[in-house]
């Protein structure tokens, strides 16, 4: 297997889409599109149940793998914000997630997770810290 590595998802997709890789890693709804016209196959989940979106793909579990990864998205502020503007952020995003329209667009885009704000994405963070370190470390990559 050969990595190559592309500027973002969608053009990962489009690579396999147009017969240039043989296979890839994407996020559900860079590949929809292209599954959806029937020039991609999904072959596997990451997730622990099957996703909506393709209700015929096993999840690696099915496949006798225990890999369950998820792609982490969070917004950020700068070292040094102060209380009062985190927690303006944070009560935006949180009213943002709560709308009807995010909730149908992650639907439809079969996107999973919660939203985690303050102390609930630190403990977070440090969980998949540690999940990379361990797959680090069963790959051969680093020493435990």
Known sequence: MK?????GGGK????????????????????????????TKALAAFTPKRL??????????????????FMQRTVVGAPGMSAGAAAY?????????????WQ????????QGDLLVGDDLMAYWKNEREVHRQMLIKMGVIKG
Do not use: W
């Open 12 to 39: 990962v997709a489009k690579q396999l889409a147009g017969n240039n890789a043989d296979s890839t890693v994407n996020n559900p709804s860079e590949q929809l599109g292209f599954y959806e016209a029937g020039k």
């Open 52 to 69: 909506p979106l393709f209700p015929d793909t096993p999840t690696f579990k099915e496949l006798g793998k225990d890999f369950v990864y």
């Open 3 to 7: 990595y190559v590595p592309y500027k």
């Open 89 to 101: 952020y944070q009560g935006l995003f949180t009213k943002v997630f709560n709308t009807p329209e």
């Open 104 to 111: 149908k667009y992650r639907s439809k885009k079969s996107l």
